[in-house]
Every structure is written in structure tokens, then in C-alpha cells.
């Protein structure tokens, strides 16, 4: 079944809280192979919460995750990402296209301190398969 265009320009709810702790820096570091050794947040920590809104929103509009391909993501940062803070982030549709029977859709994600004020700024494209 296509996406929906109407969906374009809609905002989802903000994911739960997440404190970036050092614990979850190093693991976010281990599943890339590399090793944090205290120093700055690695710039695509952001990442965590990004997913966590993606898959609230395909579930939200009954997308399964296994037909969707992740074909672009980007980060712009207002600030660097530290521990301590804390986090959320809230996906908007930015654009649904089909081309040749898949659904491309853009979204952006906003990822918010607990100020309110923005850290990141995430845009991504994702490929949502046609049937087969």
C-alpha cells in the first residue's frame, strides 16, 4: 500500500527522555567498532534518538520496518551533543514520493535539550518498498 501524502507536514510526538550517559555513549561507539574514550560525544549519537522517532512513526501509520530501506541521512548541530544532557527528538514528514513503485519519503527530526533549545537538526530519506 503507497504512503499516504496527506502525511506531509505532520509531526509526531517527541520520543521519551534519553540522558546521554557515558555507559551509552561507549555502547553507541562499540556497535560502529570504535572505542570512546571520554572525549566528545560522537556527532551521530543523535542517531539513537532519531530511530527511536522513525519507528514511532512507521508504527503510528502502519509502515513495517522491514520494508523500508534507510537511503540518506544528515546532521546539521546548533551545538555539540555532551553527557549529561538530555534528550528527545520529534520526526516531521517533510516529503513523500513515488518512483517506480516505491514510496521515498523525507523526514527531519528535531532533537531538543531538556531547555527546549535545539541541539540537532536530522534529516533523512527513506525508501519504503512497493510490494512485491
Known amino acids: 500500500m503507497p504512503v499516504d501524502a496527506s502525511l506531509v507536514g505532520r509531526t509526531f510526538p ?7 550517559s557515558e555507559e551509552k555513549v561507549r555502547e553507541l561507539a562499540a556497535t560502529t567498532g570504535a ?3 571520554g572525549g566528545p ?7 539513537v534518538l532519531a530511530f527511536e ?5 512507521l508504527a503510528d501509520v502502519g509502515i513495517e520496518l522491514s ?8 546532521f546539521r548541530y546548533e551545538r555539540p551533543v555532551r553527557v549529561g544532557d538530555v534528550l528527545t ?15 521515498i519519503i523525507g523526514t527531519t527530526s528535531e532533537v531538543l535539550d531538556a531547555d527546549g533549545s535545539l541541539v540537532c537538526a536530522t534529516s533523512a530519506t527513506l525508501v519504503h518498498r512497493g510490494a512485491a
Not at 517527541?14 to 546521554?20: I, L
Not at 560525544?41 to 542517531?47: K, Q, R
Not at 520494508?67 to 544528515?74: F, K, L
Request: net charge positive; glycine share 6%; proline share 11%.
Open 89 to 103: 527528538a520529534s520526526l516531521t514528514v517533510a516529503s513523500v514520493r513515488s518512483i517506480g513503485g516505491n514510496d
Open 67 to 74: 520494508r523500508i530501506v534507510h537511503g540518506d541521512q544528515r
Open 53 to 57: 522517532a522513525m519507528n514511532a512513526f
Open 14 to 20: 517527541p520520543t521519551r527522555p534519553h540522558t546521554v
Open 35 to 37: 572505542v570512546w574514550d
Open 41 to 47: 560525544v560522537p556527532p551521530t549519537f543523535p542517531i
